[in-house]
């Protein structure tokens, strides 16, 4: 009587780690689709970003360099 018991548990231990994994799956493929879809679109707008602090930090960089004083090479005594 006692190892049908065990076996009983043991039966429906199988069937929630299956059961488990399988919603874990499904889980993970609603995920995979969800991250997927628009890609292309998402992609494009972290690029524009990207794109706009670069020019953005040229112009910045553009300025600075036209308000520096000339430096010419001289050659320093310690």
């Known amino acids: 009587m006692e190892s049908v018991a065990k ?3 043991l039966g429906w ?4 780690i299956l059961a ?3 919603a874990y ?3 993970f493929q ?4 969800n991250g ?8 494009s707008r972290v690029n524009d970003s990207l794109r706009s602090m670069i020019i953005a930090n040229d112009e ?3 300025g600075v360099a ?11 005594t310690f």
């Open 13 to 16: 231990l199988v069937i929630a």
């Open 20 to 22: 488990c994994a399988f």
């Open 30 to 33: 609603l995920g995979y689709s």
């Open 60 to 62: 910045a960089n553009a």
């Open 66 to 76: 036209a308000r520096a004083p000339a430096r010419t090479a001289t050659a320093s």
């Open 25 to 27: 799956s499904i889980g």
């Open 7 to 9: 076996a009983t548990r």
């Open 36 to 43: 997927t879809s628009n890609a292309d679109d998402r992609y």
